[in-house]
C-alpha cells in the first residue's frame, strides 16, 4: 500500500511557475509515478511520467518544454516543475503511482493522491 499525498498549488499569473510535490508514505517507493490534471468538466490526462530510477520521463504534447518531472528517492517525494504556465494548465492536478513500466493510462495507476489546485490567471 502507497499512501500519496500531493502538495505546492495555487493561483499564479500566467508566465509564472509553481513546484507540486509528490510524497509517499508506505511500502518502499520504488514504483513509476505519473502526475494527470483533471480541469472542471474534462476528462483526467496525462501530464507527465518518470521511472523508479528517474532515467526515464516522458510528457505530454501540452506540457513538453515548459514542465519537468523529477524524483528524490531518499525523500520519497517526486516533483513537477511548472514553468511558463498559462490559463489552460489550470486543473487539479494528481500524482499516481504504479508498479508497472512508464505508461499514460490511467487505469495503469493504482494509487492516486487527494489532488491540490492549480489555478492560471490571465
Known amino acids: 500500500q502507497v499512501h500519496l499525498v500531493e502538495s505546492g498549488g495555487g493561483l499564479v499569473q500566467a508566465g509564472g511557475s509553481l513546484r507540486l510535490s509528490c510524497a509517499a508514505s508506505g511500502n518502499t517507493f520504488d514504483d513509476v509515478v505519473g502526475w494527470f490534471r483533471q480541469a472542471p468538466g474534462k476528462d483526467r490526462k496525462f501530464v507527465a511520467v518518470?521511472?523508479?530510477?528517474?532515467?526515464?520521463?516522458e510528457y505530454a504534447d501540452s506540457v513538453k518544454g515548459r514542465f519537468i518531472i523529477s524524483r528524490d528517492n531518499a525523500k520519497n517525494t517526486v516533483y513537477l516543475q511548472m514553468n511558463v504556465l498559462k490559463p489552460e494548465d489550470t486543473a487539479v492536478y494528481f500524482c499516481?503511482?504504479?508498479?508497472?513500466?512508464?505508461?499514460?493510462?490511467?487505469?495503469?495507476?493504482?494509487?492516486w493522491g487527494q489532488g491540490t489546485q492549480v489555478t492560471v490567471s490571465s
Open positions: 518518470i521511472s523508479e530510477s528517474g532515467t526515464y520521463r
Open positions: 499516481a503511482a504504479s508498479p508497472r513500466k512508464p505508461n499514460w493510462y490511467i487505469e495503469e495507476y493504482d494509487y
